[in-house]
């Protein structure tokens, strides 16, 4: 289980990169949308991204939240 708290952390970390925000700001929308689920959720998929992908999946998911 540690393996998926350091992998949250790092697509935390990623997004925020690729966005230009801070973390909390990051933290908020991941939780706001449920990202920090799906990504536990489909951790054993995900890992094996690199992270271009990774921060464009997790677009992709929040985006369709967002339009539910």
Do not use: W
Not at 13 to 37: C, I, P, Q, T, W
Not at 46 to 62: C, P, Q, S, W
Request: charged share 25%.
């Amino acid at each position: 289980m540690p393996e998926v708290v350091k992998f949250k952390a790092f697509c935390l970390e990623r997004y925020k990169h690729a966005h230009n925000l801070n973390g909390s700001e990051v933290l908020s929308l991941f939780v706001k949308y449920g990202v920090m689920d799906y990504i536990r959720s489909y951790y054993d998929v995900l890992h094996t991204f690199g992270d271009k992908y990774i921060v464009a999946d997790i677009e992709k998911f929040i985006l369709a939240r967002q339009t539910v």
